[in-house]
């Protein structure tokens, strides 16, 4: 089954007709995913991939019936009011991969969302993938086998590259889930090990962190007093970064001293938790933990 997401959640895209929502679309509904709508404003009565498309989320819903879930590909600077529209909608699962958005801004709507409990994934996110059944996101997905690993990672490009590893040495993957690269995001390492932790179909979590941050330390904090845990692999990103050098994602700088390679790897190893030195050592560590 994985998590959030399945083959029965009926999903609406935000953006559908632009250059991106409309190419994501398609992929998604080959996938498997089922979209029953799309919205554009201005561009109601108009189909996309067979999408019946509408100007707004109310109009859809009345339209189709519950909306589960929605994925925003709208520019930056209409993000929030989407992800606004989406959750006084009752959408209760929003994917925001939309990047460039403002601080300001993804403040206020991730807290916005938190406050009318709703599972918000991103900003500036790959997405989510329950492997075989439903693909939220822009993940490559023939990089991904079933199988009972999960993963959750703040870097897209990492992911992809460990799952061609975890495939290559035949493990595959439950549900894999991108927190997003920028410092501020609706989910973190904590809320999503939970999830996992109650996932009849995850026997281990793969966890791809990079530099900047404590979400690292934060979880490694919490890992190491919870009880009844499942077995969790780490891989950090960014080890011969220099301090104070910010490396691609808004969210991976170091500063003040915080945040480095050393200080996460140590906080996890500390709490138990292995930490690769590459993409490549991370299925030798689950055979050794998934015996």
């Not at 109601?44 to 999408?51: A, D, K, L, Q, W």
């Not at 925003?72 to 606004?84: K, L």
């Amino acid at each position: 089954m994985g998590i959030i997401v399945d083959s029965r959640t009926r999903v609406l895209v935000q953006g559908i007709t632009g250059r991106e929502g409309g190419f994501h679309t398609k992929l998604m509904l080959e996938y498997g995913t089922k979209i029953v709508a799309g919205t554009s404003p201005g561009k109601g009565g108009t189909y996309v991939h067979g999408v019946p498309v509408y100007n707004s989320i109310n109009e859809a819903i009345r339209e189709q019936g519950t909306i589960d879930a929605s994925i925003i590909f709208v520019p930056a600077r209409f993000a929030s009011d989407a992800v606004y529209e989406a959750v006084d909608n009752g959408v209760k699962t929003i994917v925001v991969i939309t990047e460039g958005i403002s601080l300001h801004d993804e403040l206020r709507f991730v807290n916005y969302a938190r406050s009318h409990s709703v599972t918000l994934i991103g900003p500036n996110t790959p997405g989510i993938m329950t492997v075989g059944e439903a693909k939220l996101g822009i993940m490559p997905s023939h990089v991904f086998k079933p199988g009972r690993i999960g993963i959750v990672s703040r870097s897209g490009t990492l992911t992809y590259e460990v799952a061609r590893e975890l495939v290559k040495h035949g493990y595959g993957v439950s549900t894999v889930l991108g927190l997003g690269g920028d410092p501020v995001t609706g989910l973190d390492f904590i809320d999503v090990f939970k999830m996992f932790s109650r996932d009849d179909s995850t026997d281990a979590i793969v966890l791809i962190g990079e530099i900047g941050g404590d979400a690292e330390e934060r979880f490694a904090r919490f890992y190491s007093q919870y009880d009844g845990r499942k077995p969790v692999v780490a891989y950090i990103a960014g080890r011969t970064a220099p301090p104070g050098k910010r490396m691609g994602h808004a969210g991976a700088i170091i500063s003040m001293g915080i945040g480095d390679y050393a200080s996460k790897r140590s906080s996890l190893e500390e709490a138990g938790i292995p930490v690769a030195d590459t993409p490549s050592q991370i299925h030798q560590l689950l055979s050794k933990i998934l015996v």
